[in-house]
C-alpha cells in the first residue's frame, strides 16, 4: 500500500510539472495592438533534439497540381469525412460576417458540432443535444438522454450524423441512436466503460472505441454488438483518444497505446497491426500522444509526439518516417502532406518519393507580414480553400497562404473561436466564445 501511494505521489508531480499552458506573452514594445494581437497567445514548447528544423525553399521549376475547388453542403462527421481530410472548399472571398446567432446554450459547448439541412447538431457539457435551425434563428430541439443522477456530471459526447440520426457515445459508457426530426431515442445500451474516440459510420455498423481501447461495431438499426475486438490498454491516460478513420476497404484505427490497426470492413477482422509506440517507459511525460489520423485510399499519415509517418493502407508498412513533430492534425491534398511542425514550421512532403518539397517558418512569415518583431503564435489547425493553404490561429487569426507557401493574407475573425472551421455553402461556420454561431461569406 505505500508503494501505491509513492506511486500515485510521482505522477501527481510529474503531471503539475510539465504545465504548459500558464506563461502568457505580452507585448511591451510600441507596435500597433491591432497589428501585434496575432502574437499575444503562445506556449513554450519543449523542442526534442530529433525535431526537424530546417528551412527549405521551393525549387524554382517545381509547380503544384491544383486540387477540383467544391462547394461543400454538410458536415456529418466532426472530422469531415471517412478520411478525416478536408476537399479543397470554396467559400467566399470577403470573408464578412454575414449572421451571428442567437446564445445556442447556457451551458460550455463543446468545440465540435455538424450541419445538415440548415440545422446545426450540438452539444454542451450538461448532455444536452441541440439542434438549431438557421432558418428561423432558434434552437428547435433540445433533448437530453441523462438521469438525475448523473445531472452534476460533466459530460463529453461524441457525436456523428447518418441519414439524420445522431449517434452518441460518451464518458459514462452509454452508446445511443437519436432520431433527430422525431425527438425520440431509437436505442440505448450502457457499455459501462466510458467511451474515448471519435465515432464512424460504415455499412449499418457504429464503431467505437472504450477507453479501456476495446473496438466496439454495433449495429446501427438495434444498438446491438455485432462485434468486439480488444486491443493494447494503457492504464495511464492523457488526453489522444482513440482515432478512427477509413477508406474503401479498410477501417484504421490508433489506440492510446499507440497500436495502428486495420481492420477490414466485409468481415471486420484485422488485417494488419503497426505498434508506433517508440518508448516502453510509462513515465507520464512519455505517453503516447497523437493527432487524428488522416488518410486517402493508398497512404494513412501519423503524426505523434515523436515522429511522422507515412504507412501504406494495404499491408501496414512504414514507408517513410521523418523526425517531425506536430501538435496539428495535418493535411493530405493531391499527393502533398501539408503539417506544421511544433517548432513553427510549415512543411510540405511529396508523398510520391518522401521529398521535402519546402520548409518555412511560419512565425517569420507572419512578422514579415505584419511588419512587426517576431513572435510565438499557437496554431489551431489546417485546411484548404478556394485552393489555398489555411491556418486558424488559437487567437482567431487565419492565414492564407499559397501551395508553395507565400503568405497571401493575415486576417481576424470578428468573434473569438472555439471551435475549428466548417465550410457550408460558400461560407465559413465557427462557434465563439460566447455559444454563438458565426457565418462568414
Same mark, same amino acid.
Given at each position: 500500500?505505500?508503494?501505491?501511494?509513492?506511486?500515485?505521489?510521482?505522477?501527481?508531480?510529474?503531471?503539475?510539472?510539465?504545465?504548459?499552458?500558464?506563461?502568457?506573452? =505580452?507585448?511591451?514594445?510600441?507596435?500597433?495592438?491591432?497589428?501585434?494581437?496575432?502574437?499575444?497567445?503562445?506556449?513554450? /514548447?519543449?523542442?526534442?533534439?530529433?525535431?526537424?528544423?530546417?528551412?527549405?525553399?521551393?525549387?524554382?521549376?517545381?509547380?503544384?497540381?491544383?486540387?477540383? =475547388?467544391?462547394? !461543400?453542403?454538410?458536415?456529418?462527421?466532426?472530422?469531415?469525412?471517412?478520411?478525416?481530410?478536408?476537399?479543397?472548399?470554396?467559400?467566399?472571398?470577403?470573408?464578412?460576417?454575414?449572421?451571428?446567432?442567437?446564445?445556442?446554450?447556457?451551458?460550455?459547448?463543446?468545440?465540435?458540432?455538424?450541419?445538415?439541412?440548415?440545422?446545426?447538431?450540438?452539444?454542451?457539457?450538461?448532455?444536452?443535444?441541440?439542434?438549431?435551425?438557421?432558418?428561423?434563428?432558434?434552437?428547435?430541439?433540445?433533448?437530453?438522454?441523462?438521469?438525475?443522477?448523473?445531472?452534476?456530471?460533466?459530460?463529453?459526447?461524441?457525436?456523428?450524423?447518418?441519414?439524420?440520426?445522431?449517434?452518441?457515445?460518451?464518458?459514462? *459508457?452509454?452508446?445511443?441512436?437519436?432520431?433527430?426530426?422525431?425527438?425520440?431515442?431509437?436505442?440505448?445500451?450502457?457499455?459501462?466503460?466510458?467511451?474515448?474516440?471519435?465515432?464512424?459510420?460504415?455499412?449499418? =455498423?457504429?464503431?467505437?472505441?472504450?477507453?479501456?481501447?476495446?473496438?466496439?461495431?454495433?449495429?446501427?438499426?438495434?444498438?446491438?454488438?455485432?462485434?468486439?475486438?480488444?486491443?493494447?490498454?494503457?492504464?495511464?491516460?492523457?488526453?489522444?483518444?482513440?482515432?478512427?478513420?477509413?477508406?474503401?476497404?479498410?477501417?484504421?484505427? /490508433?489506440?492510446?497505446?499507440?497500436?495502428?490497426?486495420?481492420?477490414? =470492413?466485409?468481415? !471486420?477482422?484485422?488485417?494488419?497491426?503497426?505498434?508506433?509506440?517508440?518508448?516502453?517507459?510509462?513515465?507520464?511525460?512519455?505517453?503516447?500522444?497523437?493527432?487524428?489520423?488522416?488518410?486517402?485510399?493508398?497512404?494513412?499519415?501519423?503524426?505523434?509526439?515523436?515522429?511522422?509517418?507515412?504507412?501504406?493502407?494495404?499491408?501496414?508498412?512504414?514507408?517513410?518516417?521523418?523526425?517531425?513533430?506536430?501538435?496539428?492534425?495535418?493535411?493530405?491534398?493531391?499527393?502533398?502532406?501539408?503539417?506544421?511542425?511544433?517548432?513553427?514550421?510549415?512543411?510540405?512532403?511529396?508523398?510520391?518519393? *518522401?521529398?521535402?518539397?519546402?520548409?518555412?517558418?511560419?512565425?517569420?512569415?507572419?512578422?514579415?507580414?505584419?511588419?512587426?518583431?517576431?513572435?510565438?503564435?499557437?496554431?489551431?489547425?489546417?485546411?484548404?480553400?478556394?485552393?489555398?493553404? /489555411?491556418?486558424?490561429?488559437?487567437?482567431?487569426?487565419?492565414?492564407?497562404?499559397?501551395?508553395?507557401?507565400?503568405?497571401?493574407?493575415?486576417?481576424?475573425?470578428?468573434?473569438?473561436?472555439?471551435?475549428?472551421?466548417?465550410?457550408?455553402?460558400?461560407?465559413?461556420?465557427?462557434?465563439?466564445?460566447?455559444?454563438?454561431?458565426?457565418?462568414?461569406?
Amino acid at each position: 500500500m505505500k508503494l501505491l501511494k509513492v506511486f500515485i505521489i510521482i505522477i501527481l508531480i510529474y503531471s503539475c510539472s510539465f504545465d504548459n499552458k500558464t506563461g502568457i506573452w =505580452k507585448s511591451n514594445d510600441n507596435l500597433s495592438k491591432k497589428k501585434s494581437g496575432v502574437f499575444t497567445e503562445f506556449k513554450t /514548447l519543449a523542442i526534442n533534439k530529433d525535431n526537424f528544423n530546417e528551412v527549405i525553399n521551393l525549387k524554382q521549376e517545381f509547380t503544384f497540381e491544383i486540387p477540383v =475547388k467544391i462547394n !461543400n453542403y454538410k458536415w456529418e462527421d466532426i472530422n469531415y469525412n471517412q478520411f478525416n481530410n478536408y476537399d479543397n472548399f470554396s467559400y467566399n472571398k470577403s470573408k464578412n460576417l454575414i449572421y451571428k446567432s442567437k446564445k445556442i446554450s447556457r451551458h460550455r459547448l463543446q468545440n465540435s458540432f455538424l450541419y445538415e439541412n440548415k440545422n446545426l447538431i450540438l452539444t454542451d457539457n450538461k448532455g444536452n443535444i441541440i439542434i438549431y435551425s438557421i432558418e428561423i434563428d432558434e434552437v428547435i430541439t433540445k433533448y437530453n438522454f441523462y438521469k438525475k443522477k448523473h445531472k452534476k456530471v460533466d459530460k463529453i459526447l461524441n457525436i456523428v450524423l447518418n441519414d439524420s440520426i445522431v449517434y452518441i457515445s460518451d464518458n459514462l *459508457g452509454y452508446v445511443f441512436a437519436f432520431d433527430y426530426r422525431n425527438e425520440k431515442i431509437l436505442w440505448a445500451k450502457n457499455n459501462k466503460i466510458p467511451f474515448r474516440s471519435n465515432l464512424k459510420v460504415k455499412d449499418n =455498423k457504429l464503431i467505437a472505441a472504450d477507453q479501456n481501447n476495446n473496438i466496439y461495431f454495433f449495429d446501427t438499426q438495434n444498438g446491438n454488438i455485432l462485434k468486439m475486438i480488444p486491443t493494447e490498454d494503457t492504464k495511464i491516460k492523457n488526453e489522444f483518444k482513440n482515432s478512427f478513420s477509413s477508406n474503401s476497404n479498410y477501417i484504421f484505427m /490508433l489506440n492510446t497505446y499507440g497500436s495502428l490497426y486495420a481492420i477490414e =470492413k466485409n468481415n !471486420n477482422n484485422i488485417r494488419w497491426v503497426q505498434n508506433l509506440n517508440q518508448s516502453l517507459d510509462i513515465n507520464p511525460r512519455n505517453l503516447f500522444n497523437a493527432n487524428q489520423l488522416i488518410n486517402n485510399e493508398d497512404l494513412i499519415i501519423v503524426t505523434s509526439h515523436e515522429s511522422t509517418f507515412v504507412i501504406d493502407t494495404l499491408s501496414g508498412t512504414i514507408l517513410y518516417k521523418f523526425g517531425i513533430i506536430s501538435e496539428v492534425k495535418p493535411l493530405i491534398t493531391k499527393h502533398y502532406l501539408f503539417l506544421i511542425s511544433s517548432n513553427g514550421l510549415l512543411i510540405c512532403i511529396n508523398l510520391k518519393n *518522401g521529398e521535402k518539397i519546402f520548409s518555412y517558418r511560419l512565425n517569420k512569415k507572419i512578422a514579415e507580414y505584419l511588419e512587426i518583431k517576431e513572435k510565438k503564435a499557437m496554431f489551431r489547425n489546417i485546411l484548404i480553400g478556394n485552393s489555398k493553404i /489555411l491556418i486558424l490561429l488559437k487567437n482567431s487569426y487565419l492565414l492564407e497562404l499559397d501551395l508553395d507557401g507565400t503568405l497571401k493574407n493575415v486576417s481576424k475573425l470578428p468573434t473569438k473561436s472555439i471551435s475549428d472551421l466548417i465550410f457550408i455553402d460558400n461560407s465559413i461556420f465557427y462557434l465563439d466564445n460566447k455559444n454563438k454561431l458565426i457565418i462568414l461569406g
